[in-house]
């Protein structure tokens, strides 16, 4: 807040976050004017960075799953490493990031059944899944309601390290990764 030249705490209201352990972090995505933070033992939380001063982060609407990670990418909100099934991810409704029901507005899920763990999700113009043993593309499909992204593998056996080891530039993807 620049009028009072400090900090101003809007953590939520309604009750204790439930990090339960050290290597738990908290991931952060902007959408529009929502600032959207997850971690993968609470609820995904939402605070609108343009609101007045006084507003705090409150539970996202929709109820979407618990997720390690979150990203932005084009017109949809991404959840990566849900708490039900790691190897998932979970898009959001066009344009609405408390649209999380599947098949509802171009909302969906991908389940891959290899390269490990999905840790997160990154990119721009060009999406990335990035895993623990793998990376693949994604890309949009405008008009295609029945396969909203395509899925293409880039790199086979090198993965990430881990899940906040990645990050793009452009259209570019730079991870952590073991040496062979």
């Known amino acids: 807040d620049p009028s009072s ?3 101003v705490d809007i953590t939520r209201t309604s009750g204790p976050y439930n990090v339960s352990t050290a290597g738990d972090l908290w991931s952060f995505a902007q959408f529009g004017t929502k600032l959207v933070a997850v971690n993968i033992n609470d609820v995904a939380q939402v605070v609108d960075v343009d609101a ?3 507003t705090n982060f409150a539970a996202l609407g929709g109820s979407p799953p618990q997720a390690r990670t979150v ?3 084009g017109d949809f909100l991404f959840l990566a490493g849900l708490s039900s099934n790691n190897r998932k991810i979970r898009w959001s409704a066009v344009n609405d990031i408390t649209g999380w029901t599947v ?3 171009l909302c969906d899920e991908q389940e891959f059944p290899d390269n490990g763990p999905v840790l997160g ?3 721009g113009e060009i999406g990335y ?3 623990d043993r793998g990376v693949r593309a ?3 499909l405008p008009g295609d309601t029945n396969f909203i ?3 293409s593998r880039v790199l086979k056996e090198r993965g990430c390290i881990s899940p906040y080891g990645f990050t793009t530039v452009g259209n570019t993807l730079y991870f952590a990764a073991e040496e062979y």
Request: aromatic share 16%; charged share 0%; net charge neutral.
């Open 103 to 105: 098949g509802t507005n």
């Open 71 to 73: 990203a932005q990418i």
């Open 52 to 54: 007045a001063v006084g």
């Open 149 to 151: 992204f395509t899925f």
């Open 138 to 140: 994604m890309q949009f």
């Open 5 to 7: 030249n400090g900090w």
């Open 121 to 123: 999700v990154g990119g």
């Open 129 to 131: 899944v990035v895993q």
